[in-house]
């Protein structure tokens, strides 16, 4: 079993950036691909990036695309989100995940992750 922690959200400006970490417990956390997830007021959640394993494959969806970037250390079981450019539709709380479906666009769906975080609120003001 593994237990997700997120840390690193709050309020920032239209235009600036934040960095999310995600710290999981559990020797097996490598084995994971990783993803985050965002539920923004009144929205469904939604796909935010993933990444394999082994951090040599990563996904990314088109809103976020050039201006967040995920990043994982499995040595000290930690998974990131970089977000720069941050806009007001950005606003949201921020979930990571762990998933041991095969890394593909299942991952895409958030009905594939069989561990979840508690979230981090991002409010970015304009």
């Known amino acids: 079993q593994v237990q997700l922690v997120e840390s690193g959200g709050g309020l920032v400006q239209a235009g600036g950036s934040l960095r999310l970490s995600c710290a999981a417990s559990g020797r097996t956390f490598s084995s994971y691909n990783m993803g985050w997830f965002r539920r923004g007021p009144g929205k469904e959640r939604e796909f935010v990036t993933a990444?394999?394993?082994?951090?040599?494959?990563?996904s990314y969806a088109d809103s976020v695309k050039g201006r967040f970037a995920i990043s994982r250390d499995n040595a000290k079981n930690t998974v990131y989100l970089q977000m720069n450019s941050l806009s007001p539709e950005d606003t949201a709380v921020y979930y990571c995940?762990?998933?041991?479906?095969?890394?593909?666009?299942?991952?895409?769906?958030?009905?594939?992750?069989?561990?979840w975080g508690q979230g981090t609120q991002v409010t970015v003001s304009s």
């Open positions: 995940a762990a998933s041991t479906t095969l890394y593909s666009p299942l991952l895409y769906s958030d009905a594939n992750y069989d561990y």
């Open positions: 990444i394999s394993w082994n951090g040599r494959s990563i």
